[in-house]
């Protein structure tokens, strides 16, 4: 090692475990339409329509369908920028 280690901070171990679960997310939210497709033309798309999907993905696709309400965080894949 190049410096001195005397372990990790419990902080440090909190930080890197809230961005791997938000990365983790940021997979999940992407596979979503997956699963929103209307293909029907391979087993792949057939299979992916009938996933079961999250509770906290299901509130997103809800509140879409309500009023095209889009919930972006700073670490959102997609952002919309306005102006």
Do not use: C
């Given at each position: 090692?190049?410096?001195?280690?005397?372990?990790?901070?419990?902080?440090?171990?909190?930080?890197?475990?809230?961005?791997?679960?938000?990365e983790?997310?940021?997979?999940?939210?992407?596979?979503?339409?997956?699963?929103?497709?209307?293909?029907?033309?391979?087993?792949?798309?057939?299979?992916?329509?009938?996933?079961?999907?999250?509770?906290?993905?299901?509130?997103?696709?809800?509140?879409?369908?309500?009023?095209?309400?889009?919930?972006?965080?700073?670490?959102?894949?997609?952002s919309?920028?306005?102006?």
């Amino acid at each position: 090692m190049f410096f001195p280690f005397y372990g990790f901070d419990e902080a440090e171990i909190s930080e890197a475990n809230r961005l791997s679960q938000l990365e983790f997310e940021r997979v999940r939210d992407f596979i979503l339409h997956y699963h929103l497709t209307q293909r029907p033309d391979s087993e792949l798309w057939k299979k992916s329509q009938s996933m079961e999907i999250p509770d906290s993905l299901s509130h997103k696709v809800d509140l879409f369908k309500i009023e095209a309400i889009l919930s972006f965080t700073k670490w959102s894949l997609f952002s919309m920028r306005v102006g």
